[in-house]
Nanobody, 121 residues
Framework: QVQLVESGGGLVQAGGSLRLSCAAS????????MVWYRQAPGKQRELVAS???????NYADSVKGRFTISRDNAKNTVYLQMNSLKPEDTAVYYC???????????????WGQGTQVTVSS
């Protein structure tokens, strides 16, 4: 199995910055896409940003120009640099990885436990 651990969440002022990290561990053979999702209270979980192993990125319209996703394949870690934060960015941020574990024949999705990001106005 794959374990994902998010870190870097916290309380910040509007306009501030925060960097989230998600480290994957386990019997990992390969990780394709790594994705950040977020879920605000009373809202549906939404995709924030994704990145393939080769570095192809996609962003939700609401975060384009403010957030940057990146990854370190050697460390099996994905990052989300969050700049110009707004109160509406407040949510629990979840890391997701499309990974192939050693001995498996298919990719599966794995989720982290989430990290809280709170942006005050």
């Amino acid at each position: 199995q794959v374990q994902l651990v998010e870190s870097g969440g916290g309380l910040v002022q509007a306009g501030g910055s925060l960097r989230l990290s998600c480290a994957a561990s386990g019997s990992i053979f390969s990780i394709n896409a790594m994705v950040w999702y977020r879920q605000a209270p009373g809202k549906q979980r939404e995709l924030v940003a994704s990145i393939t192993r080769g570095g192809i990125t996609n962003y939700a319209d609401s975060v384009k120009g403010r957030f940057t996703i990146s990854r370190d394949n050697a460390k099996n870690t994905v990052y989300l640099q969050m700049n110009s934060l707004k109160p509406e960015d407040t949510a629990v941020y979840y890391c997701n990885a499309d990974a192939l574990i050693a001995g498996s024949f298919r990719y599966d999705d794995y989720w982290g436990q989430g990290t809280q990001v709170t942006v005050s106005s």
